[in-house]
């Protein structure tokens, strides 16, 4: 148990015997009237993004999320195989439980898998991720960086707006929240 006013950004609550995971979160002192502690949260099981409002002070059940450092191996059809790399224990994880994080997936991948009472509840990337396009239409003489952009197919089947200037095999870095394009990749 913990009280609304040790809210932090990914913390997970138990609301209803649902979890949550916190987004954002501000405490408020209006000048009439008690403090509030205002969220935002996410249901980690549907993804369904909710403003709840606190009074200050009220405990709140927080779960308990063991999160664990995987690799992922390869998807086999019915589900996206995650391996422990401690234990070794492999997970199949079905395509809910993934989310988005499928399309930026790569075979020998690191990822963090979260887990409440032995089930896992979501995933985890980096911030980015490099991927090669596998597939832009070719750029034109005189096509700059400040020009526009085109869709770009990676390698994990997104598709993605990149500058006018990419080709086919560039490596780029993808923004894994948004699916922005972030820049190339020069290694």
Known sequence: ??????????MVLNIEGQLWAVIEFQHVKPGKGA???????????TGKVVDKTFNAGVKVETANVDKRNMTYLYNDGEGYIFMDGET??????????VGDAKNYL???QEAVVAMHEG????????????????????????????????????????????PLFLENG?????????GDYLGRVTE
């Open 35 to 45: 403090a509030f502690v205002r969220s935002k949260l996410k249901n980690v099981m």
């Open 170 to 178: 560039t490596k780029v870095r993808v923004d894994t929240r948004t």
């Open 88 to 97: 070794f224990d492999q997970v199949s994880l079905n395509d809910a439980t």
């Open 119 to 162: 089930n896992p509840i979501y995933v985890e990337l980096p911030a980015s991720v490099v991927l090669e396009v596998t597939y832009t239409e070719p750029g034109l003489q005189g096509d700059r960086s400040s020009g526009g952009t085109k869709p770009a197919t990676v390698e994990t089947g997104l598709q993605i707006q990149v």
């Open 1 to 10: 148990m913990a009280t609304s006013n040790d809210l932090k950004n990914g």
């Open 106 to 108: 790569l075979e020998n």
